[in-house]
């Protein structure tokens, strides 16, 4: 992956690991709603990781997590 937007995919995987907290989901919890696999879920939300992801995994996250788009992109300048 590109660095353009390393950081972009940082602060989406943390906005992602607070709202799951938030609902009280556990990785696990949230991977299987999601349908993904827990290791991509845990590289996705690691601070210094800049796991890529799809626009698709991420409206699968967002509908698991029932937060609007929005709110996971909105620490992104």
Not at 26 to 49: D, F, N, R
Not at 66 to 71: F, R, T, Y
């Amino acid at each position: 992956m590109s660095q353009k937007h390393s950081e972009q995919y940082r602060i989406i995987g943390q906005a992602i690991q607070k709202y799951r907290k938030q609902k009280g989901f556990t990785q696990e919890q949230l991977a299987e709603q999601a349908s993904i696999s827990i290791s991509y879920l845990t590289k996705i939300e690691a601070p210094g990781c800049d796991q890529p992801f799809s626009l698709e995994v991420l409206l699968d996250i967002r509908e698991a997590l029932d937060v609007s788009i929005h709110k996971l992109l909105e620490d992104i300048e």
